[in-house]
């Protein structure tokens, strides 16, 4: 079955670097659309950055210039590069795919969540 196994969370200082991976695989003819998602305890688990096959991304505004998310392809593996980490970004990171296991099959994946800790 296909699975996306993240990596990379921590405890940082603010102001410090995270860089969060995530990688796809299984059975899988292609992946689309990949992102990152987040969720902070009592709130609603909301998107902080997408990446289209082509390239094309677009990020929540709380984190315009400070976070980067990129992909390859080759490795169906997806990064979040977190710089200037605040204390409001703690929260549960989650990846997100959108592929296809057949050519007329596609569905929506999520990885099991990996925790980013941002002290002051």
């Known amino acids: 079955q296909v699975q996306l196994v993240e990596s990379g969370g921590g405890l940082v200082q603010a102001g410090e670097s995270l860089r969060l991976s995530c990688e796809v695989s299984?059975?899988?003819?292609?992946?689309?659309?990949m992102g990152w998602y987040r969720q902070a305890p009592g709130k609603q688990r909301e998107l902080v950055a997408m990446?289209?096959?082509?390239?094309?991304?677009n990020y929540a505004d709380s984190v315009k210039g400070r976070f980067t998310i990129s992909r390859d392809n080759a490795k169906n593996t997806v990064h979040l590069q977190m710089n200037s980490l605040k204390p409001e970004d703690t929260a549960v990171y989650y990846c997100?795919?959108?592929?296809?296991?057949?050519?007329?099959?596609?569905?929506?994946?999520w990885g099991q969540g990996t925790q980013v800790t941002v002290s002051s």
């Open positions: 997100n795919a959108d592929l296809n296991r057949s050519y007329f099959n596609f569905q929506v994946y």
């Open positions: 299984g059975s899988i003819f292609r992946v689309n659309a």
């Open positions: 990446i289209t096959s082509g390239g094309s991304t």
